[in-house]
């Protein structure tokens, strides 16, 4: 041992692991400190609408929606509430990688138990370069490199208080927009055969969500919103196969032209990347639908309960007429 700890190369190995064990430390001890211990914008806590899902009262949801911004824009669960009585919430974020999908889910179902889980697929296709990774794997674990300046507004008291969330978000997660530009769907899903490759990583992530959902008695299913710049043919047929590999059902709205008939025209708020609430309506008339003919849910519109979502559908209502 003493000839090891004269060899210089050994001297420089130890010092190297000790500056890892503290700086990996140091981070995981200020990502402590410095996240937020509430969801209230206030507090500083990002994408806090869509983690309000656990302001929600336990127990109370009965589907969950995950994925990119695409997802959103595109479920309401206002609409479903509306016609149907059964309680969803949105978790979509803007870029959502399928590693913060996972951890929505695994959160989510600390406090809740939804019978349905719905994850958008678009974020499959994106490939897990370095900075892929960087933002899935270690920004979720070391939230300082998120809320590093939250040192000049953070109380004291912060430090060290569990987390409790108590900001409710009235439309369930879902963006409104009625804005109103239209879409060049000329080319859009043109007929191929040949499929769009899902890479080993994603698969993984899914799989692992599929697992997670079934494990928790959940049903997983896969479902691909209208969108003529984000998705095609090849895509399609790539996750068709993914679905049938994992044995779970896929829904793509791009191939459901009668069942959702999104007109391009007028149902995108921004040149068809992302639907505007015309088209979140239509998607999410035919999610109710999908979730009422599963049989798994009451109709909760009645129950005092619930009678705070009632609230928020006349609010929801409201905020349209003036929109």
């Known amino acids: 041992m003493k000839d090891l700890l004269k060899k210089d190369w050994f001297k420089k190995l130890i010092v190297a692991a000790c500056f890892t064990i503290v700086f990996v430390g140091s981070l ?7 996240t937020p211990r ?10 806090w609408r869509a983690k309000a899902v656990l302001a929600e009262p336990t127990d109370s949801l009965d589907a969950l929606f995950l994925g990119d911004s695409e997802v959103h824009c595109a479920f309401s669960p206002m609409y479903i509430w509306e016609r149907h009585g ?26 809740h138990s939804p019978k349905v889980v719905f994850l958008e697929t678009d974020r499959i296709y994106k490939s897990p370069i370095l900075w892929g990774w960087v933002t899935s794997e ?25 987390r409790n969330y108590t900001h409710v978000c009235d439309f369930k997660g879902y963006t409104f927009s009625s804005d109103v530009k239209a879409a060049d769907a000329s080319r859009y899903m043109q007929a191929t055969d040949k499929n769009e490759y899902v890479n080993l990583i994603n698969r993984g992530y899914v799989k692992r969500m599929k697992e997670f959902c079934e494990a928790h008695g959940a049903k997983f299913v896969l479902v691909s919103t209208p969108s003529t710049t984000n998705w095609n043919m090849r895509k399609h047929n790539g996750i068709v196969k993914l679905a049938s590999d994992l044995g779970v059902e896929f829904l793509d709205f791009n191939v459901m032209t009668e069942e959702v008939p999104i007109d391009w025209t007028t149902d995108t708020r921004d040149g068809g990347d992302h639907l505007n609430d015309s088209g979140a309506e239509k998607v999410s008339a035919y999610i109710g639908n999908y979730l009422a003919s599963t049989g798994l849910f009451a109709d909760k519109r009645t129950n005092a309960e619930y009678s705070a979502w009632n609230e928020y559908l006349e609010a929801f209502n409201k905020m349209k007429q003036e929109a």
């Open 86 to 111: 059964f309680t969803s919430y949105n978790c979509g974020t803007s870029m959502q990688t399928l590693k913060y999908s996972e951890r929505f889910l695994h959160d989510t179902f600390e406090k």
């Open 38 to 47: 509430d969801n209230d914008p206030a507090s500083g806590m990002l994408d």
């Open 138 to 162: 270690l920004i979720p674990t070391f939230s300082v490199l998120t809320y590093h300046n939250r040192w000049k507004t953070m109380d004291a008291s912060e430090v060290g208080a569990e």
């Open 28 to 34: 995981l001890l200020m990502s402590f400190v410095f």
